[in-house]
């Protein structure tokens, strides 16, 4: 993959897993930039919709998911982090689109305030789990899904297998395909990079272990792409890599072909290179807002998100363990 092994980037992100929870969580309620957050029922034309309980950790069976919402207004942005990062690594992008949007992020199973699951895990174990969570959580549909790496690939496996729930995608240098990464790059790396990068796609060596390869091909078995539904590829170009010659640049271009052949697959699929670095949702913001509001087209909807009565009730989607 671009930039550097695969592996190597998935162990650097295991650093920033230990410390964005030490410093962005215990911080983001006080961020002077964050969109109030909202707690209630939500409604639409004064109709309500489905309760809806923001910052919390709820129990969707096998273990708790930390789930955190900001502003109002639909539809509903999920955002789904990279390599082994919490919800908490896609702060300044939520806090943008919350100015107009509810818009969600979350912890992944063994990240962040969520609890752990069985490892090595596939995408559509992931899957699973959003869509259970924002079900219980009473998050609206539909949904605009918008993803980074790891996340990139798993907001396509979830449009593909929930089409009903999904608005549109947008997909920031997702992981590739295995069968159609794996036979053209590797003949372009020396062979301590081919051992690193065959390694990285069993899962081994990350502290989110994720089976990349069984991860592609559920992802090119699934469903076909929906062919009213807006696609957004966004992928950096080979200004992300170090230095003429390294890994990144000798395998760039067949990143690009390949991510042109996954955008091909979608009726209403659209690339965009960008001359960033790899975190797009970090060094793009204007891009990324720009590409959610192409996908998004005509369907914003105006919502309100309404406290709930007093002596109302607990609501469907009772979290399991409040979190302020």
């Not at 559920?218 to 200004?239: C, H, K, R, T, V």
């Not at 998100?305 to 363990?321: E, N, Q, W």
Request: hydrophobic residues 40%.
């Amino acid at each position: 993959m671009p930039r550097r092994s695969v592996r190597l980037f998935a162990l650097w992100l295991a650093l920033v897993a230990i410390l964005v929870p030490a410093g962005l969580l215990s911080t983001r309620a006080q961020d002077p930039n964050r969109p109030p957050p909202v707690q209630g029922n939500t409604t639409r034309n004064g109709t309500p919709i489905a309760p809806y309980i923001y910052s919390s950790s709820f129990d969707i069976g096998p273990h708790n998911l930390f789930l955190d919402c900001v502003g109002a207004g639909g539809p509903a942005i999920i955002l789904e982090t990279g390599f082994s990062e919490p919800g908490a690594a896609m702060d300044m992008l939520q806090n943008e689109l919350g100015r107009t949007n509810l818009t969600c992020t979350y912890d992944r199973a063994g990240l962040g305030r969520s609890g752990e699951a069985p490892e090595p895990r596939v995408a559509s174990d992931v899957v699973a789990d959003l869509q259970a969570l924002l079900k219980l959580a009473g998050v609206p549909t539909p949904y605009v899904l918008v993803g980074h790496s790891a996340g990139g690939t798993f907001v396509q496996l979830y449009a593909r297998t929930y089409p009903d729930q999904v608005l549109g995608v947008v997909a920031m240098n997702p992981v590739p395909p295995a069968g159609l990464w794996l036979p053209r790059a590797l003949p372009l790396m020396d062979a301590w990079e081919q051992s690193e990068e065959e390694a990285a796609y069993r899962g081994e060596g990350q502290s989110e272990s994720i089976d990349w390869n069984a991860s592609g091909n559920q992802l090119l078995a699934a469903p076909a792409s929906p062919p009213g539904m807006p696609f957004e590829m966004l992928i950096s170009s080979n200004a992300q890599c170090r230095a003429p010659g390294d890994t990144c640049n000798r395998t760039w271009e067949v990143y690009r072909a390949i991510q042109q052949e996954v955008t091909a697959q979608w009726p209403q699929g659209t690339m965009t290179v960008l001359p960033v670095g790899v975190d797009i949702h970090v060094n793009a913001i204007p891009d990324v807002i720009r590409a959610i509001h192409r996908v998004i087209g005509p369907n914003a909807t105006p919502v309100v998100v309404a406290p709930v009565a007093p002596g109302a009730g607990t609501p469907p989607g009772t979290p399991a363990t409040p979190v302020s």
